[in-house]
């Protein structure tokens, strides 16, 4: 089984402030990697599909990169409703199969 | 818009079997090029994923719940189900209904509001 890593499990940030969290996996996963926020009492909402693909409609301050077995997701600037709990999703081929990072919370400082 | 909506029992005995179906609206399961799958997150914890169905009716479920997983999928209905065995306090969770695309399965692009699941007698 592949193994994801995810990291720091929690930050304290200012309003402003560029944050980048980071996913590993034990072996390569080509850019078969997702990452999403979720706020409390809320599904998941996906910001990044195929590692470095925005979806649409999630502000242009969110960005993803990697492949292989290191992934990042940064905040350019954060903003007061960036404030959630971050998660990499990462997709093994086969058998098809997915593994949730262990999440990072942003919180104010 | 793709919309899917759990539902079921809230609060199911130990020992017994939690039983909870997605329903899609927006979209035909049937026309395929989804997959189709469960979600779990234990309270204050992290993302789980339970398993899949494709429309033919394929399956594949996390190693870890296997034994205890049954995932059957109803075209006509639009629907598909989750079967939770044996279910323990461990169990107590919100699940969610969720689809990733077969051309592109790195992430799930639609989820369920969620439902939250209590095993307690």
């Known amino acids: 089984d592949i193994q994801m890593t995810q990291s720091p499990s929690s930050l304290s940030a200012s309003v402003g402030d560029r944050v980048t969290i980071t996913c590993r996996a034990s072996?390569?996963?080509?850019?078969?990697l997702g990452w999403y926020q979720q706020k409390p009492g809320k599904a998941p909402k996906r910001l990044i599909y195929?590692?470095?693909s925005l979806q649409s409609g999630v502000p242009s301050r969110f960005s993803g990169s990697g492949s292989g077995t290191e992934f990042t997701l940064t905040i350019s600037s954060l903003q007061p409703e960036d404030f959630a709990t971050y998660y990499c999703?990462?997709?093994?081929?086969?058998?098809?199969?997915?593994?949730f990072g262990q999440g990072t919370k942003v919180e104010i400082k | 818009q793709v919309q899917l909506q759990e539902s079921g029992p809230g609060l199911v005995k130990p020992s017994q079997t939690l039983s909870l179906t997605c329903t899609v609206s927006?979209?035909?399961?049937?026309?395929?090029?989804?997959?189709w799958s469960w979600i779990r997150q234990h309270p204050g914890k992290g993302l789980e994923w339970i398993g899949y169905?494709?429309?033919?009716?394929?399956?594949y479920y996390n190693p870890s719940l296997k034994s205890r997983v049954t995932i059957s999928v109803d075209t006509s209905k639009n629907q598909f189900s989750l079967k939770l065995s044996s279910v323990t306090a461990a169990d107590t969770a919100v699940y969610y209904c969720?689809?990733?695309?077969?051309?592109?399965?790195?992430?799930?692009?639609?989820w369920g509001q969620g439902t939250l699941v209590t095993v307690s007698s």
């Open positions: 969720a689809r990733a695309v077969v051309a592109d399965p790195s992430s799930f692009d639609y």
């Open positions: 927006g979209g035909s399961i049937s026309s395929g090029g989804y997959y």
């Open positions: 169905i494709y429309y033919s009716g394929s399956t």
């Open positions: 072996q390569g996963i080509r850019n078969d």
């Open positions: 195929a590692a470095s």
């Open positions: 999703l990462q997709h093994n081929s086969y058998p098809p199969t997915w593994t």
